[in-house]
Structures are given as C-alpha cells and as structure tokens.
C-alpha cells in the first residue's frame, strides 16, 4: 500500500508535449471526502498498474455545476460549465474518465450544447474496457465466494442505462452477485441526488438512506458495491444507523478491484 | 315508416360529437398556454415509441398483474369499438346489422366482441376489487382523496355498464331472431348473451322489441356520455397516452435542459469584449424573460400535455424515495395539481373572453408548495415508472428554478453549497488549490 502513485496533470503533460489517453475527472467528492478520496486512490492505482496514461487537472478542475443545476441555479451552473469547457478544451481533452455518475452525468449529457463535446466514460465503464482489452486482470482473490449485492446509481442507472459494467466487474471477482428487490431501472435512489447531500431531509417517517440500506441488507450481503461516492456515503451512513458496519461494508467497485489485486 | 328514430339518433350523434369537439378545443387552447419546445425531431423514433410504449403497452406489463389486466380493458374498448362503426350506421339508416353480408367473418368478429366484452367486466371487476376491497397504497393514498377516488371508480362502474348494455343488447337481438322477428335478420355469433338470451324467451315480440331497442339507446348514448366525460376525468389518457408518448423527451432521462436565456446572459458575462453599459439589443422589447415556472403558463406544452394525459395510477408515487419515507412529495399530485391549475386559468379564460385576468394564484405555493419540490433526490424513478413517458421532474426542476433564481428561496444549506461551488469551485469549503492534496495522503 506505500506504492507511489502517478499521477500526472494535464498542465505537466502539456509542458512535456503529451496528450493522454483520458483525462481522470477526480471531482469534488473525490477530491476532497475522505471516504471518496479512498475511492479516486483505488482506481489511480489500477490506472497505474495497467499502464494507462492518464492525467488529471488538478487544482484547474472545477465543481462539474451538478448540484447548482439540480438545486435549481441554471446560472451557477452555466458558469461552472463554461469555465470548466474553456479548461478542457485547451488541453483538447477527447476522453474523459471519472468515479462520480453525477459528473459523469453533466459531462456527457448536459455539456455538448455548452461547447464541451468529449467521450465520457465512468470508470466502471473503463475497467471493463482494460479488461475486454487485456490490459487488466481481475481475479476473486480475498473476495472469492463473497455475497455482493451492487447499488444502482440513479445517475448511472437510470439516468444513463448504464447496468452491466459494474455487474461485469464485480462478476469477475467470483463472488456471488445477489440482487436487491429493487434494482437497475427499479433501483431506488440512495437519498443524495438532487443536491439532497447538501441539505437536510424534509420532514417525513424515514431517511432515504435507510430505506434503502434495508434493501441490501436484506440479500444478506458481505459487501454493498457501489458506484458512486455520494452512494456510498449514503450507504455507509445506513448501515452505521442499521449497526451493521462490524459485518457489513459498503466499497467502491474500484476499491473491489484495486484490493482483489492487493494494490 | 317513421324517421324519427333516425332523426332521433342523427341529433344525439352530433350533440355527443359536437360538445366533445368544444372540450377539445378548449383542451387544445389549455396545452397552448405552455411555453414552446421543440419536439419534431427524430419523427422515426417517435412513432417507434408510440407504437412500443401506448399502443404495444410495453410499460404498462412492467407490473404485470396490473398491466395484463389493463391490456384486457385496452384490447376490449379499442375492438368493440369497430363495433360502434355498424352501431352508427344502423342508427342513421335504420338497417339493422348492416355488416351481417360478411357472413362468417361477422360471426367471428360478433363472437369476439362479445368474448372480449366479458373479459373486460371481469377486469374491471378486478379494478375495483384493487381500489376498494385490496385498497392498494397508492389507489388509497391522500392524493386521491374526494373527486379523484370518485371519478376512478364511475370510470369502472361506466365500463361495467356499458358492456352489460352490449351484452344484453345481443342477447335481445338473438332472441329475436330465433323467434323470426322481422327486420331482425339471422347474424352473428353470440357465444355469451347466448346465456342471456334465454331470460327473453317468454316476452312477445313486442315487448322484446321495446328491451332491445332501450339496450340499444342506451348503449350508445352511454358510450356518447363517457366520450364526453373524458375531458372531465383522468380517462383522458385513452386518447393522450398516443401523443404524449411522441412528445416526450427522447434524451437520456439525466440530461436535464439547459435554459438557453440563461446561457446568452452566462456568455455575454463571460466575455471579455462584451459592453457592459451597451444599449439593449433591439428585440428587448419583448417581455424579460423569467426563470423557472410559478405557474402553468411557465412550464412547456409537454408538461402541460402530460398534466391531461395522467391517469392518476400512482405507479410514480409509489417508486419516489421521498414518498416512500413520508415526504409530502408525491409526483403523482405534481401532475394533478398542474392540471387542476391549468383548468382554472381556462375557466377564468372562459369566463373573461378568452383572455386570462389574474386571480393572485399560482401552481406554485396555491398548488405546490416548496417542501414538496425541495423532497426531490431526482432519481427519475417517476419517470421511468409511468407507463405514459410523462416527467413529473421536468416540473419540479422549473419550479425549483423559479424558487433559486427568481426568489432566492432555495434552503439555507443549498445556499451556502452554491456560494461553496461559486467561490472554491466545490461544495464544501475546500480550497480549489487543494484539489490534489489526496495525492501526497495516507
């Protein structure tokens, strides 16, 4: 786990005359919750193991918009999305890569009529793109024979009918897949999108993120996979409420990955 | 011969017609109120979607108990209604089965009517059963309370009605005929009012003529009445599910619109040659534009067409996380008051010339309030669970907007996300210069 990582920014590869194959779109959360910076490691250290040749923006990156967006700020929105496409389109980014559906979402959907047209990918996409190529290999290692039930990202899932790639993924880590009641399209949202993460619940009988952490506990699971960080917050948060966390843990399928591999 | 039944029958066809056609009109200048959008691309797509999801019902079998069950109803009211066509001519010309020279093929079409009739008594039976006995959560939910739960169930207790009428009407007919009545010419297949007609057996010609005429009036002035109910019910959907479909949004369901005034003042703030004291470009003239929607006429004319087009099933409410842990928020109610509101702006239309005065009300507030809109997580479960393509989240995403950019109302909390985004360029106060601090972390 001391290995350096590499992690090159696209202003560095500029000044060494390289374009990289995709740009990493670490985003907020992957940039500053600590949870989810555990996440932006993971898929960094298989990025490095696989020899990809990436680079990140760094401190040019900027908030995506999503939230301003979906909070109702269209202006707030527009400027990030507009600075953000001046930045990206300098360094002629083509391919982007990122851990987060939300900008993953934006990015690929709600950036085009703004000026900002790149081949989005979320990094669930990707590793199955090194694994369909050979670039990576997967193997159960210390999951093999786990229960993994995987939470839909209403971004990734519904929003973008993006289902099998992390299925794909954590398949190969020869654990047993065990679906929610409620999942892909009928998936229910975590409670973090709609820029929920930012404020409190409104009055009700229940907290999203309980609700939904029901569902998964009730495959009986070793691990709840997700896609997401603000998932995953979500996720983790309920299973601490449900008091499950001793036997229960909610990761990223990079993580899943990075640590079959022992990275 | 008198032609007063033809008469008679020529004048009910055009005052059901002619009262329907005004409330389409009306229906017409109602879904006019709304904004422009443009949704004339990608025709081929379109129709793929209308055949799929309202004519195929693909949506509609995704609950299947349900949706085999509407598939029934739908079937049966589209096929008896070829039926309607022989009715109508039958009454204007005073034939009687006009259709009777296609011989066999009658006899199967009259056979299947009436075997799809009854099917469709037993689903409708089971309808109710659902609504009133089983009481599912969401046909007993309070967004259903009073007119609503009402106008449900007099839509079943109308079908029930109307295909006793049909049955009866046959058995009748078939009686008869067996008893050689004149003008009641030998046709037709009647596999279940063969079971009714036996109940007619002892009645004089007569008499029997009297039953089998009421059961025909009846039957197709009830159809003309429930044509005419339509406009005043959610059943409306029979007819919008075909272009609401067409007209939904054919982009990934998280691509949200980018509102286009707001990016002409975004670029022109972003741009370095840009005037700040120039005079104003000479077409604004036109009224300044407002963000968001308070009230129908801010939202676009597919939210309003999908506002008609709902039927009120509650599969949405019933998927939306918010309403599943007892938030206020429910899309179903989204829609409803969104018509509700709409059809007050037309009565008050109605009422003063066709021009609409203000009556200090607005779906915004009156309708909808903001704990409703601020409960949404976006998820697009709405969505994707009505069976009609209609988004519930295109308007509580206006509404949203209204509420930031016009009034400042957001929760506290996304204020101060949103000034986080606007100065560090993240929504938690972090440094932008920080960003890849992870990567030196352990």
């Known amino acids: 786990m001391s290995e350096v990582l590499s992690v090159p920014t696209m202003a560095e590869m500029l000044a060494e005359g390289k374009q990289p194959e995709v740009l990493f779109w670490v985003g907020c959360a992957g940039s500053f919750d600590d949870r989810a910076k555990k996440i932006t490691k993971a898929f960094v250290k298989i990025l490095n193991r696989a020899g990809v040749s990436f680079a990140v923006l760094g401190a040019e990156e900027s908030c995506t918009g999503d939230p301003a967006k979906r909070a109702g700020n269209e202006f707030l929105f527009q400027m990030q999305a507009m600075m953000n496409i001046e930045v990206l389109n300098a360094y002629e980014a083509k391919k982007i890569v990122t851990a987060c559906p939300h900008c993953f979402n934006t990015l690929k959907n709600e950036y085009p009529e703004l000026g900002g047209n790149y081949e989005v990918v979320h990094h669930t996409q990707f590793l199955k793109s090194l694994l369909d190529e050979g670039r990576l290999t997967i193997e159960g290692g210390q999951f093999k024979g786990k229960r993994i039930t995987f939470h839909d990202p209403c971004y990734l899932g519904r929003a973008n009918k993006i289902y099998e790639a992390p299925r794909d993924l954590i398949e190969k880590l020869d654990v047993e897949l065990v679906e929610m009641k409620r999942s892909k399209a009928n998936g229910l949202c975590c409670g973090a999108g709609g820029a929920q993460m930012f404020k409190d619940a409104e009055p009700g009988n229940k907290e999203v993120n309980v609700e939904r952490t029901e569902d998964a506990l009730e495959t009986a699971p070793d691990i709840i996979a997700a896609g997401c960080p603000f998932c995953n917050t979500m996720l983790t948060d309920g299973v601490k409420n449900k008091e499950k966390e001793a036997q229960v843990k909610v990761m990223d399928i990079a993580e899943l990955i990075a640590n079959a591999k022992d990275l | ?442």
């Not at chain 2, 066509?85 to 009687?96: K, P, R, S």
């Not at chain 2, 469709?120 to 609503?148: E, M, S």
């Not at chain 2, 059943?235 to 272009?243: D, K, Q, S, T, V």
């Not at chain 2, 509700?340 to 003063?352: I, L, P, Q, S």
């Open chain 2, 1 to 442: 011969m008198s032609y007063i039944d033809n008469i008679l029958f020529a004048i009910l066809l055009g005052l059901g017609f002619g009262y329907f056609a005004l409330n389409v009109k009306k229906l017409i200048r109602n879904i006019k109120l709304g904004q422009d959008v443009n949704r004339s691309d990608n025709p081929k797509e379109r129709w793929a979607n209308m055949a799929m999801i309202a004519l195929g019902q693909s949506k509609m079998v995704k609950r299947p108990v349900a949706g085999i069950l509407h598939i029934i109803v739908y079937v049966g009211f589209v096929i008896i209604n070829i039926e309607l066509l022989e009715i109508i001519i039958d009454g204007l010309f005073g034939t009687h089965r006009v259709f009777a020279f296609m011989g066999g093929f009658y006899d199967v079409l009259i056979g299947s009517f009436e075997i799809l009739a009854f099917l469709v008594l037993v689903a409708v039976l089971a309808f109710l059963t659902r609504r009133n006995i089983i009481k599912l959560k969401r046909f007993i939910h309070n967004d259903l309370k009073g007119w609503p739960k009402s106008d449900a169930n007099y839509i079943l207790y109308f079908e029930i009605v109307l295909m006793l009428l049909f049955l009866f009407l046959n058995g009748s007919d078939l009686a008869l005929q067996m008893k050689d009545a004149p003008h009641y010419t030998k046709a037709g297949a009647f596999p279940i009012s063969q079971f009714i007609a036996p109940l007619f057996e002892s009645m004089s010609v007569g008499t029997l003529i009297i039953f089998e005429r009421a059961f025909w009036w009846l039957h197709i002035a009830g159809i003309l009445v429930f044509m005419n109910y339509l406009y005043y019910s959610k059943h409306l959907h029979i007819l919008l599910a075909f272009p609401n479909t067409y007209f939904a949004d054919l982009n990934p369901k998280g691509k949200f619109d980018n509102l286009e005034s707001v990016t002409k003042e975004v670029k022109l703030m972003m741009d370095p040659n840009a005037d700040p004291f120039a005079a104003p470009a000479p077409d604004a003239d036109a009224a300044p534009t407002k963000f968001g929607a308070s009230d129908v006429q801010d939202l676009n004319w597919v939210q309003l067409l999908n506002a008609y087009t709902c039927t009120e099933c509650g599969r949405c409410t019933s998927a939306c996380p918010a309403n599943i842990t007892g938030k206020k928020l429910s899309p179903r109610k989204i829609m409803m008051d969104t018509r509700d509101r709409m059809e007050e702006v037309g009565k008050n239309m109605d009422a003063n010339k066709g021009v609409f005065v203000p009556d200090n009300k607005t779906l915004l507030n009156d309708y909808i309030t903001p704990e409703e809109l601020w409960a949404c997580t976006s998820c697009n479960a709405c969505v994707e669970e009505c069976p009609v393509n209609i988004s519930p989240l295109s308007i509580i995403m206006d509404m949203r907007r209204y509420l930031v950019m016009e009034q400042s109302a957001a929760p506290m909390s996304l204020n101060a996300m949103m000034t986080n985004v606007e100065n560090n360029g993240a929504p938690w106060q972090y440094s932008q210069q920080d960003r890849l601090n992870w990567k030196n972390e352990n």
